[in-house]
């Protein structure tokens, strides 16, 4: 946890390992998904961190022997910015070895995988956001949202597989995680729209790679 000026951070740790050199490894990449939002504005903005009000939780999604997914959801706020961003992002860690995963350490990510999405993405033009991760976005229960999800599914399969492809590096709008249940992806959107939404797809209908042990 870190509490300084308008910054309100927590963050979790991991304990109980006996590699302990590895467990703190795990825990500086937890602290690190922590900050991401504030390194971001700070590599790119001119602006004073007393400036920057940020609050920011986070939820342990998945937890096993080999794998931990955590989110972190809050908002930030520049000073002269007209509104505050709601915020919404993940890291997935291998407990085995202690390194960050991306969605492509775990995910065969190709025109097929593209397809699984645009079928999630269809069934949500349709039904609604209806199974919607913890902390999501709650406009995402609004009929209107659809229109959202359209024009998603306007993108080309060239433009999702870049992506994906860049997903879960720092803070860049697109993010992976998971529970016992379902593999989740959150994308970046305009702040009318509540600045991110996700999907959630079935474990089953996931094309793990193979170095992917099951949860």
């Not at 079928?119 to 209806?130: E, I, P, S, W």
């Not at 709008?173 to 996700?198: P, R």
Request: overall charge negative; proline content about 2%.
């Amino acid at each position: 946890m870190l509490r300084r000026g308008g910054i309100r951070i927590y963050y979790p740790h991991v304990t109980g390992l006996k590699d302990k050199k590895k467990q703190g490894e795990i825990n500086e990449l937890l602290k690190e998904g922590a900050f991401a939002d504030v390194k971001d504005w700070k590599n790119t903005n001119n602006y004073n961190i007393d400036d920057f009000s940020l609050t920011l939780e986070y939820a342990v999604l998945y937890q096993s022997a080999n794998y931990l997914s955590v989110n972190y959801t809050g908002f930030a706020y520049v000073n002269d910015m007209p509104y505050p961003r709601n915020l919404f992002y993940t890291i997935n860690i291998n407990i085995e070895d202690g390194h960050k995963l991306r969605l492509s350490d775990m995910v065969n990510i190709d025109h097929f995988f593209v397809q699984i999405i645009r079928k999630y993405l269809q069934h949500y033009v349709t039904n609604g956001a209806d199974n919607t991760a913890k902390g999501s976005n709650i406009l995402q229960n609004e009929l209107e949202y659809s229109n959202v999800y359209k024009q998603i599914l306007k993108k080309t399969d060239d433009e999702f597989i870049e992506i994906f492809m860049k997903a879960d590096l720092s803070y860049n709008g697109c993010n992976s995680y998971f529970t016992k249940d379902v593999f989740g992806i959150s994308f970046e959107i305009g702040h009318v729209s509540g600045d991110h939404f996700e999907i959630e797809l079935r474990l089953a209908d996931m094309p793990f790679k193979s170095v992917m042990k099951k949860f």
